[in-house]
Each structure stands twice: as structure tokens, then as C-alpha cells.
T-cell receptor
């Protein structure tokens, strides 16, 4: 499968714990995006990388959130001191330019 | 915040009929639009796209119409099948960096 992959697919954690998600984009894509999706809503943009550079961050990305893409390939999204309001589906997408973004299956986070 | 997101607009169609899903977008400067299909527990799947210099684009069983005057986008699905049941999102490209998604429409195909 050469699409976007995300791990883990599901994560259940207790409030206050840290969690980290991984995204592997389509191999030739230099752009990588993180979105968050809550039940009944469309995805909301969080942050964007072009190669290893993080070029844009949404105001939704609080100080507890950090994303990296150290070698311009896979990316990680870490949430520190999780809160119940962080429960959502975290989606990763990649593209080869400013056009079609292809999404992964998402990581569903549940904070108890 | 409002809870409108918990009450997705729903469209129910008979199998074999045509479906039309509508979307109003927000930014008159948006120049690229995509329709995505999302099945339960999965990420959004690309269906069809259109640029602002076009009014219509056709794919396999799907057609997208763009009316820039009223900032309206529609997705037409011909001969709707059970496998078309999903939530459909329109997304507008925000200066090439990220997409802004609409609230979504749930399509239910009745046997």
C-alpha cells in the first residue's frame, strides 16, 4: 500500500498523559499536513510542513501540541498533558504541491 | 460553540437515482476546490476537484459544478449505489497552504 499511513489507529489515554502519533506520507510528496476532526465536523487544519520546515500553524495548535518532520519524510504529532477536549480523530495528509491532499486513515484519540 | 456540527445535513436517495449535494464556500479568493468522501472510521477520500477557472468538471459517475457568483459548489452523483453512502465534504483551498472544509452532508442510499 503506497498511501498515507498513520499509527496508531486508536489511542486511549488518561488525562494528563502525553501521546505521540506518527504519519508516513506518500513517498514522493514533500508537503505534509495535520488536521483534527471531531464528531460531526469537517477536518480542521492544524499545521503544515514543506519538507522538514514547518511553515504554518493554526491557532488551534496550543502550546501543548508540537509537530516535527525531522528528515522531511515521516512526521510526529505530540500532545502533552492531554485534556478531554483533545479527544478527536487526528488526520494526516500529504501532497506533491499546493493541490490535492491525500489523507491517511487517521488516529482516533480518546482521553479519559 | 454551536452544536450544528452534531446535526449533519442528511440526504436520502433511492438506489439508482441521482444525488445532488450542495456546499456554500466562504472565501471568494479560493481558487481550487475538492470534494471528499468519508466513510465511517476512515480518512477523507478524494473524489473530484475543480479550479476556479472552470464551471463544470466530470468524472466517473460524478460531476462538480462551481458557481463563483454565489460561492456555491455542488456534487452530482449519477445512479447512486449503496457504496456511495458516506459523509461528503467540500473543501476550498486557502492560498495553497491548507484546505478549509465545509460541515459535510451525510448521504444515505435506500435500497
Amino acid at each position: 500500500d503506497t498511501g498515507v499511513s498513520q499509527n496508531p489507529r486508536h489511542k486511549i489515554t488518561k488525562r494528563g498523559q502525553n501521546v505521540t502519533f506518527r504519519c508516513d506520507p506518500i513517498s514522493e510528496h514533500n508537503r505534509l499536513y495535520w488536521y483534527r476532526q471531531t464528531l460531526g465536523q469537517g477536518p480542521e487544519f492544524l499545521t503544515y510542513f514543506q519538507n522538514e520546515a514547518q511553515l504554518e500553524k493554526s491557532r488551534l495548535l496550543s502550546d501543548r501540541f508540537s509537530a516535527e518532520r525531522p528528515k522531511g519524510s515521516f512526521s510526529t504529532l505530540e500532545i502533552q498533558r492531554t485534556e478531554q477536549g483533545d479527544s478527536a480523530m487526528y488526520l494526516c495528509a500529504s501532497s506533491s504541491g499546493p493541490d490535492t491532499q491525500y489523507f491517511g486513515p487517521g488516529t482516533r484519540l480518546t482521553v479519559l | 460553540g454551536e452544536s450544528v456540527g452534531l446535526h449533519l445535513p442528511t440526504l436520502s436517495v433511492q438506489e439508482g437515482d441521482n444525488s445532488i449535494i450542495n456546499c456554500a464556500y466562504s472565501n471568494s479568493a479560493s481558487d481550487y476546490f475538492i470534494w471528499y468522501k468519508q466513510e465511517s472510521g476512515k480518512g477523507p477520500q478524494f473524489i473530484i476537484d475543480i479550479r476556479s477557472n472552470m464551471d463544470k468538471r466530470q468524472g466517473q459517475r460524478v460531476t462538480v459544478l462551481l458557481n463563483k457568483t454565489v460561492k456555491h459548489l455542488s456534487l452530482q452523483i449519477a445512479a447512486t449505489q449503496p457504496g456511495d453512502s458516506a459523509v461528503y465534504f467540500c473543501a476550498e483551498n486557502n492560498y495553497g497552504q491548507n484546505f478549509v472544509f465545509g460541515p459535510g452532508t451525510r448521504l444515505s442510499v435506500l435500497p
